[in-house]
Structures are given as structure tokens and as C-alpha cells.
């Protein structure tokens, strides 16, 4: 079974550009969360998305946001980047069901902003 | 409250030894408690989980230790070995949001040959 599948695996953007990543579960899973991975901050969670709806959101501004597609696939995106904006954007996939605490992650998008 | 605060920040251990990983947190509505393993380049892939009904947890060579009282959590690595060399992490949820972990700061353990 192919794991969670992140593109692009690297990204640089510009100062108030917006970026755009995506990611593909696992084959069954239909719950994606987005997490934000920083050497200063570490792990932060973004959201949580179910069946095309968001179920749950941490402490980011709007500027960050996400969808998720009826294939259960799932985008997030950053606009007007700044730089504190750099960092890994993990996606982590699971079942919504018995374990579906279980969270599988991808390998990330390196994100840079200069 | 949200806080999962992890000791130490890095950890040397010699191979066959035991390593040590602790984790305390504030939010009593924290039911969930998971540990997840990262190495260079990769993601975080989970280890091993634990629910505050019992006080211990052993899969292999890891096992977690929890303490509901103290509101402490702790990874012991038996025997380690160098491919155990990676980033830990310990994180904890909520039935309101089981999939929105707080992780702690992580541990970066090297095992030394």
C-alpha cells in the first residue's frame, strides 16, 4: 500500500506570494491533517480535514488554509508568505474509525520563504 | 495548558543501554498519548501509544510508562542500538480533537557503536 504523498518535496517562494501543497492519503483514509514543523516552534498542528469539510483548525492566521477534494485528497494554502513561514508542512493521514488516532505522515514539503 | 513539555532535548547512550524520554503535560482532558519517531528527511512515524487506563505500555523494546497523577509520561528504549539514532517526540490529544496533536519539543537521541 503507498503511503501519505506529499508534492512538491521542495518549494521557494518569495515574500508575499502565496504557495499551494498537496498532498494524497493513504488508499482508505479519509482524514487529513496538516501540521507545520519548525526547529524553534516544532510540531504545530494546522487543521483537520474530513469528508471535504474542515473538523478541526489550531492557532494559525487565515493567511493558512486548506480543502480537501471527494478522492479524499487534500491542498493547503499560505497566502502573502512571510518569512516565518519557512519551515516542513507535514500531512498525516488516518481512518476514521476503531485506531483512527493512528496518524501516518508524509515526508513533508520544505517550504523556504526568502 | 496545551502545553507538552519533553526532557531532555538530546540524549547520548552507548549501544545495548537504555534510553530514557520523558513527557509532562497540564491538559487533564488529555486521553491519548502517542510517541512518534522522526529521522532525518522523513516524517514522524508513530511507535507506540498509550491510553491513561493502564500505567504501561510494551511493544519490543519500548515501552511507555505513565503516570496519571503526576500528569508524567515517559519512552524507555531497551537495549538500544544505533538505528534507534533518530528524533523523538511525545504528543498527547483530546476526544475533541484526536487527530490535532500537541507534540512536545522532541529528544534527538544518538546511539553510540
Known amino acids: 500500500k503507498a503511503g501519505v504523498t506529499q508534492t512538491p518535496r521542495y518549494l521557494i517562494k518569495t515574500r508575499g506570494q502565496q504557495v499551494t501543497l498537496s498532498c494524497s492519503p493513504i488508499s482508505g483514509h479519509r482524514s487529513v491533517s496538516w501540521y507545520q514543523q519548525t526547529p524553534g516552534q516544532g510540531l504545530q498542528f494546522l487543521f483537520e480535514?474530513?469528508?471535504?469539510?474542515?473538523?478541526n483548525k489550531g492557532n494559525f492566521p487565515g493567511r493558512f488554509s486548506g480543502r480537501q477534494f471527494s478522492n479524499s485528497r487534500s491542498e493547503m494554502n499560505v497566502s502573502t508568505l512571510e518569512l516565518g513561514d519557512s519551515a516542513l508542512y507535514l500531512c498525516?493521514?488516518?481512518?476514521?474509525?476503531?485506531?483512527?488516532?493512528?496518524?501516518?505522515f508524509g515526508s513533508g514539503t520544505q517550504l523556504s520563504v526568502l | 495548558q496545551q502545553q507538552v513539555k519533553q526532557s531532555p532535548q538530546s540524549l547520548i547512550v552507548q549501544k545495548g543501554g537504555i534510553s530514557i524520554i520523558n513527557c509532562a503535560y497540564e491538559n487533564t482532558a488529555f486521553d491519548y498519548f502517542p510517541w512518534y519517531q522522526q529521522f532525518p528527511g522523513k516524517g514522524p512515524a508513530l511507535l507506540i501509544a498509550?491510553?491513561?487506563?493502564?500505567s504501561e505500555k510494551k511493544e519490543g523494546r519500548f515501552t511507555i510508562s505513565f503516570n496519571k497523577s503526576a500528569k508524567q509520561f515517559s519512552l524507555h528504549i531497551m537495549d538500544s542500538q544505533p538505528g534507534d539514532s533518530a528524533t523523538y517526540f511525545c504528543a498527547a490529544s483530546s476526544d475533541t480533537g484526536r487527530r490535532a496533536l500537541t507534540f512536545g519539543s522532541g529528544t534527538r537521541l544518538q546511539v553510540q557503536p
Open positions: 480535514y474530513f469528508s471535504e469539510t474542515q473538523r
Open positions: 498509550i491510553r491513561p487506563d493502564v
Open positions: 498525516a493521514s488516518s481512518l476514521d474509525s476503531h485506531g483512527g488516532e493512528k496518524l501516518f
